[in-house]
């Protein structure tokens, strides 16, 4: 319980965006509510999750305040819930039995010593 993704997104942008389109925002690289002037990082986490979950079979769920939205086996979905869920919950799932070897773009391989 608590504030949703779409409050927050709503004050940040001075907007009035639904609950699916707030999550969606929230989910593109490099965007985030943090405040510009404190110079917090933010707006990677959501994005590379998603990205690892693509490439993993793996499952994403957000639900916050009316929107519904989940990507599963690499096809994202998302509706209007009847009745708003007061908070946000992030489900996320991943396929154990992947024998792959992932890393950032950033990193160099032969840096990596696990």
Not at 11 to 31: D, R, V
Not at 34 to 57: D, H, Q, T, Y
Request: proline fraction near 4%; aromatic fraction near 12%.
């Amino acid at each position: 319980m608590g504030r949703t993704i779409q409050t927050n997104v709503n004050e940040y942008l001075h907007s009035n965006k639904t609950g699916i389109e707030s999550i969606e925002w929230a989910l593109e690289e490099n965007n985030t509510t943090k405040p510009k002037e404190r110079n917090i990082p933010g707006g990677l986490g959501l994005k590379l999750i998603c990205e690892f979950a693509r490439m993993n079979n793996g499952k994403v769920q957000i639900v916050s305040s009316d929107g519904y939205w989940q990507l599963t086996r690499k096809k994202a979905d998302s509706f209007t819930l009847s009745y708003p869920f007061p908070g946000t919950i992030v489900n996320l799932e991943f396929n154990l039995d992947d024998q792959s070897f992932y890393y950032l773009k950033e990193e160099n391989e032969e840096d990596i010593i696990f």
